[in-house]
């Protein structure tokens, strides 16, 4: 259907050429792809640098040269997934605003300046106190933040955490998980199924399937798809499991953006 995660050469962790993103979607019978590049702020690592405002014009003039391409085989959206941080949160809204984005993606990467990617975030923490501080933060995060559509990867500690994988690892912080999603049904925003999870150990969606339904017993509704791609190969990868898993659980739907506006879409 639609893939509303996908990274191109505008990040500093893809190659892939926006153009070769969409021929792929395309390959696959995607009727949509949201293009959802990198803005970090404050990035700890000056190798990655954020897009800023000079590459956002380009980034936007690409993307609506991509759009009048593929008109009638592929809707093309313009998205970004923002990177918060407590201290850039202002620079986060007013970057948003200054531009006719789609669709919008909030994720916590960082943790007092430290990606959980990296060994270093573990030092000195049990595996409940990492994935504690993890959650507090993306929780005090939503609740402060406002410029966005969906939480990208809500169990992103998950998939680098080197304590050994359980399959009720969700469970070790299910207060904190629930109060994040009830945040986000107040605020009226969505909840991302990232299948990333599919290209690295867990092999599930992220979040686990029992969090996406807690979102959708407490009332939400807004869900999108997205396959956190870099390459072609990840793109919609996972989602046949997906769309199959979500569908026993109740949900019909899944969301599109259209100047941040949602759209209710049956699953097929
Ligand atoms: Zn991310
Ligand atoms: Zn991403």
């Known amino acids: 259907m639609f893939d509303y995660h996908v990274h191109t050469s505008y990040s500093p962790d893809s190659q892939m050429l926006m153009e070769t993103a969409c021929s792929r979607a395309v390959e696959l019978g995607l009727k949509e792809i949201a293009i959802t590049d990198h803005i970090d702020i404050d990035w700890p690592d000056s190798a990655f ?19 009048e391409k593929f008109k009638g085989c592929l809707s093309v959206k313009k998205g970004i997934e923002i990177g918060l941080q407590p201290h850039v949160l202002g620079e986060c809204s007013d970057i948003i605003q200054a531009y006719p984005f789609d669709f919008v993606i909030a994720s916590v990467h960082l943790v007092n300046g430290v990606d959980p990617y990296l ?26 933040y406002d410029e966005f559509d969906v939480l990208g990867h809500l169990d992103y500690i998950k998939r680098y955490s080197p304590f050994p994988a359980d399959d009720k690892d969700h469970l070790i912080c299910s207060q904190l998980t629930d109060d994040i999603i009830i945040t986000l049904i107040k605020k009226g925003k969505g909840l991302e199924i990232n299948t990333s999870g599919y290209r690295h150990e867990s092999k599930t969606p992220m979040p686990h399937l029992d969090i996406i339904n807690r979102y959708r017993q407490f009332g939400g509704k807004i869900i999108t798809l997205g396959s956190d791609a870099h390459r072609p190969e990840h793109i919609a990868l996972g989602f046949d499991n997906v769309l199959k898993e979500i569908k026993k659980s109740g949900f019909s739907y899944l ?7 949602p759209e209710y879409v049956p699953i097929p």
Do not use: M
């Open 255 to 261: 969301t599109s953006f259209t100047g941040r506006i």
């Open 119 to 144: 060994g270093e975030y573990y030092a000195d923490k049990t595996k409940e106190e990492s994935y504690q501080l993890y959650y507090r933060e993306v929780l005090s995060l939503i609740k402060s």
């Open 49 to 67: 640098p954020a897009l800023d405002a000079r590459t956002l014009d380009q980034y936007f003039e690409d993307l609506t040269i991509l759009q």
